[in-house]
């Protein structure tokens, strides 16, 4: 796997060879098997039922036979400035469409935010081929099948590393912030310190919190924020005003016009 992702020589190439993965067999079973017996709601439609990419600039387009708008908006920065960092595609969210937070509660909420920020060309993201597009920010996850119970193991996290390690080193030069949904993609980010940027992870680890700030001065700082998930945004535990507050500060960091 990880001779594979290192080989990899652009992000188009990474987001084919991410979408062909069949390392884990138990994401691979369940993801088929979602794809196979769909939700209700979505019995009509078919499932894309394989690992995520990554989405956003620097073309904004998706893994899902390149769907996405033809190029870059006019005005929108071209190279990632920004990096969100998520746990896993949903079941009936990214698993079904094919782009990340894309048809599902934490993509409406997500993406809305990101409208606010400036950073997205409109606030929902239903298809992959909706015309959404992103200015300076790409998404990606620490793991790219949707895991059942939204549980990615340890063991299939460290498996799907690669995948992660190989995309940040690819924007590594423009890449100036990451913001960390979660404490799953808090903790993903220290190896790629090591991994990417040849930096040692600091030691204790600084704990996870929404708001959470750590720079360094060889790697892009890192910003926690409780995810958008619908336990966090239905229960206050999240909030707009929180997650605008987020994106403000991930903007400025990243010298984002």
Not at 123 to 146: E, H, K, M, N, Q
Not at 215 to 232: F, I, K, R, T
């Amino acid at each position: 796997m990880a001779d594979h992702a290192a080989r990899v020589a652009d992000l188009a190439g990474l987001d084919a060879a991410v979408s062909d993965c069949f390392a884990c067999p138990r994401l691979v079973d369940w993801r088929e098997e979602v794809a196979r017996t769909k939700r209700a709601a979505f019995r009509d439609q078919d499932y894309w039922g394989r690992p995520v990419p990554g989405f956003g600039a620097p073309d904004n387009r998706t893994g899902r036979g390149g769907a996405g708008p033809p190029a870059t908006p006019p005005g929108a920065a071209s190279e990632p400035r920004i990096g969100i960092l998520g746990l896993a595609p949903a079941a009936h969210g990214g698993n079904r469409t094919g782009r990340v937070f894309t048809g599902d509660r934490s993509g409406d909420v997500l993406f809305a935010a990101l409208h606010r920020a400036g950073l997205a060309n409109q606030p929902t993201s239903v298809a992959a081929d909706d015309g959404l597009a992103l200015t300076g920010t790409r998404i990606f996850a620490a793991v790219r099948c949707a895991p059942p119970d939204n549980k990615p193991t340890p063991a299939e996290r460290d498996t799907c590393a690669p995948w992660l390690h190989r995309e940040v080193e690819l924007i590594r030069p423009t890449l100036r912030v990451v913001v960390a949904l979660g404490a799953f993609a808090w903790a993903a980010w220290w190896p790629v310190l090591r991994q990417v940027y040849g930096v040692r992870p600091p030691s204790p680890r600084p704990l996870f919190g929404h708001g959470a700030h750590w720079s360094g001065s060889a790697a892009p700082a890192l910003l926690g924020c409780y995810h958008v998930s619908q336990q966090n945004t239905f229960t206050g535990r999240l909030t707009t005003e929180m997650l605008d507050d987020v994106f403000t500060r991930a903007r400025q960091l990243a010298a984002v016009d």
